[in-house]
Structure formats: structure tokens, C-alpha cells
T-cell receptor
Framework: GDSVTQMEGPVTLSEEAFLTINCTYT??????LFWYVQYPGEGLQLLLK?????DKGSNKGFEATYRKETTSFHLEKGSVQVSDSAVYFCALIGGSQGNLIFGKGTKLSVKP | NAGVTQTPKFQVLKTGQSMTLQCAQDMNHNSMYWYRQDPGMGLRLIYY???????DKGEVPNGYNVSRLNKREFSLRLESAAPSQTSVYFCASSVISGGSSYNEQFFGPGTRLTVL
């Protein structure tokens, strides 16, 4: 069935460092892809999305490009801030019911 | 707009007790969802309701029941709680469900449930 695999965490970076969180997927067809972010003690918020191959989603300095040839949707940010500390989830719409399927999440900690 | 609200925020139960988690949304969304979040497991879908009057099982429905009370409200019931149901529960809603590229889900703040 459809699935999402993202890099294991936790990831610890210094402020202003470059961030990459890898995400690959397995799905039939070309599903819409999402990155959600969960700040401590809160629910998930949509960070960005891409709906077709080669689309680039972007928001708050984060970017991810839908790569169908590598079935990937890696999250990047050029210069992280302490306020970016959170858990990041990659997800796709798939499965027999067309619901969101999440990766296991990657915890990011940014140190000043 | 409050978005998606959940009650209670925290709950401790003993094995065998029952309880209902409440969820409401004020965005006039058609579809609503219940997830559980466990360490290292991501979010797993328990039940969902594509529209008022319909409910369907997700990935992990055993031990739970749901009620779509009206368009705004979607409750999750644990009839006989077990320690394996200790988790953080999230409710979410979206305009529609299914494979639409516009199926953005909005999440509530979660309920932390501990079953002793």
C-alpha cells in the first residue's frame, strides 16, 4: 500500500544552519504531497504542499519540490531559527480511501 | 473562528472505564477525522466521516466508536479503555475528503489520554 518514509530524528542544528529533511514515498499514480509541522504542545499545521510533479511548495522560508523520478519531497530551509524547533511530518493523499498517510515525523531542535 | 476544538485536553482513565472525546469545527467543513499519535509511529487514522451521516474505519479502528452528531461535531468513544489506548488523539477537518489536491486538513490541539 501507499506509504511515506522520512529520515529518522532527532535532528539538532545551530541557528542559521541549512536544513534538509528527507522524505520519499510509495504510491500508485501521482498523489498530492504535504509537509505538516507540529510545534510543542500543539496540533499539526500545514506547512506547504505540492499537487503535481515538479511543483515546488514554499512557506516561511521552507521549500520542497515534488520529484516523481525519485519519488521524493525533501524539505529544505536555508537558515533555520530557534523558532523552527518542532516535529515535521511528510504526508500524501493515498490509499484506497484517499486519506492522508503520514510519515513517522522528524523532530528538529535548533540551538542558539 | 475557533477552527477545530477538542475536549478534554487531558484525561486519565482506569482500565475498563469509558469516555467520549469531543470535537467540533466552525469552518463548515464536510469531512472530519480522528487520529492517534504515538511515539515513533506518526499519526494513524482511527475513523473518518466524509460527510454528515457517514462514518468509515481507518487504519486502527479496533476499540473505538464514532458518532457524527451533525456537520460540526464528531465524537470518539472508548467503550472499555485499555492501556494500549494511551496516546494523543487529534481531530481534524477538511472541506472534502478523498484524493483532491485541496484536501487540506485542519487539526485541533489534541487530547492527551492515559489509561492506567
Amino acid at each position: 500500500g501507499d506509504s511515506v518514509t522520512q529520515m529518522e530524528g532527532p535532528v539538532t542544528l545551530s541557528e542559521e544552519a541549512f536544513l534538509t529533511i528527507n522524505c520519499t514515498y510509495t504510491a500508485t499514480g501521482y498523489p498530492s504531497l504535504f509537509w505538516y509541522v507540529q510545534y510543542p504542545g500543539e496540533g499539526l499545521q500545514l506547512l506547504l504542499k505540492a499537487t503535481k510533479a515538479d511543483d515546488k511548495g514554499s512557506n516561511k522560508g521552507f521549500e520542497a519540490t515534488y520529484r516523481k523520478e525519485t519519488t521524493s519531497f525533501h524539505l529544505e530551509k536555508g537558515s533555520v531559527q530557534v523558532s523552527d524547533s518542532a516535529v515535521y511530518f511528510c504526508a500524501l493523499i493515498g490509499g484506497s480511501q484517499g486519506n492522508l498517510i503520514f510519515g513517522k515525523g522528524t523532530k528538529l531542535s535548533v540551538k542558539p | 473562528n475557533a477552527g477545530v476544538t477538542q475536549t478534554p485536553k487531558f484525561q486519565v482513565l482506569k482500565t475498563g472505564q469509558s469516555m467520549t472525546l469531543q470535537c467540533a469545527q466552525d469552518m463548515n467543513h464536510n469531512s472530519m477525522y480522528w487520529y492517534r499519535q504515538d511515539p515513533g509511529m506518526g499519526l494513524r487514522l482511527i475513523y473518518y466521516s466524509a460527510s454528515e451521516g457517514t462514518t468509515d474505519k481507518g487504519e486502527v479502528p479496533n476499540g473505538y466508536n464514532v458518532s457524527r452528531l451533525n456537520k460540526r461535531e464528531f465524537s470518539l468513544r472508548l467503550e472499555s479503555a485499555a492501556p494500549s489506548q494511551t496516546s494523543v488523539y487529534f481531530c481534524a477537518s477538511s472541506v472534502i475528503s478523498g484524493g483532491s489536491s485541496y484536501n487540506e486538513q485542519f487539526f485541533g490541539p489534541g487530547t492527551r489520554l492515559t489509561v492506567l
